[in-house]
């Protein structure tokens, strides 16, 4: 296996992590996960672009927001770091089985959810019930 191909799939879990890190914020909040986009939590200013990639922006901006220097939580970085691990670990079973991956990262969705407000949404695991069947 390449080291771009194991590169991709790090990044890959990276940007799952930076999503579920986000349903949880924004979850633990009452708050829409799809809108508004992504923006600063202190001066609320929609982030550029090149903010917006898991670990790079957070080590290029010097954990800090680009507009109002506020303290980003270190908290994001781990998790998109430990997901990177996780995807990268199991890149091979990806591969192989999309199913096992879909699965895993329904599943991951689904605790952080629940993790955030105590509940989750258990149509999206009927659905994935169903297409195994």
């Known amino acids: 296996m390449t080291f771009t191909l194991l590169f991709l ?3 890959l879990g990276a940007c799952w992590g930076s999503f579920l ?3 949880y914020e924004r979850t633990r909040l009452s708050l829409s996960i799809a809108f508004p986009s992504s923006h600063c939590d202190f001066c609320k200013n ?3 672009y090149w903010s917006l990639f898991p670990i790079f922006s957070y080590q290029i901006g010097h954990h800090r927001c680009c507009f109002c220097g506020s303290v980003i939580s270190a908290q994001s ?3 998109e770091f430990l997901s990177g691990i996780i995807f ?3 890149h091979q079973l990806f591969l192989e089985n999309l199913f096992f991956a879909v699965s895993l990262m329904l599943v991951s969705y689904l605790a952080t959810e629940d993790l955030a407000i ?3 949404n258990t149509s999206l695991l009927a659905i994935e019930v169903q297409q195994k069947s």
């Open 9 to 11: 799939f790090f990044y």
């Open 21 to 23: 890190f986000l349903v």
């Open 46 to 48: 929609k982030l550029p």
């Open 77 to 79: 970085l781990h998790i």
């Open 88 to 90: 990268l670990c199991y």
């Open 118 to 120: 105590k509940r989750s």
